[in-house]
Nanobody, 128 residues
């Protein structure tokens, strides 16, 4: 069973940084696409960034492009979301997600419906 566990959320001041972690288990992640999404109250789940587990071009959503990166650690089965220059509008629950679709691994996917497995999320609050 695929399991994804996010951590690293919390309260951060505007302009600050956070690094979220997603620890993955239970799957053949070499075949998967990993991604981060976020969802603010009353809003749709939004793509932040994603990339094939084995590497390749990173896809970025519009909202955090230029302010985020997603390093990974294959040995730890971990993918991270490094967020910089945080803004109050970045406040959301952040989710790690996995797609096993070959098309996503090959071309990238940004729709939440393209992802099969999700973590429980970690809250990020950007406020003074």
């Amino acid at each position: 069973q695929v399991q994804l566990v996010e951590s690293g959320g919390g309260l951060v001041q505007p302009g600050g940084s956070l690094r979220l972690a997603c620890l993955a288990s239970g799957g053949n992640f070499a075949r998967y696409t990993m991604a981060w999404f976020r969802q603010a109250p009353g809003k749709e789940r939004e793509f932040v960034a994603g990339m094939p587990w084995l590497g390749g071009p990173t896809d970025y959503g519009d909202s955090m492009k230029g302010r985020s990166e997603i390093p990974r650690d294959h040995a730890e089965n971990a993918v991270y979301l490094q967020m910089n220059s945080l803004k109050p509008e970045d406040t959301a629950v952040y989710y790690c997600a996995v797609s096993s679709d070959y098309s996503c691994r090959q071309y990238g996917c940004q729709a939440a419906s393209d992802y099969y497995y999700w973590g429980q999320g970690t809250q990020v609050t950007v406020s003074s």
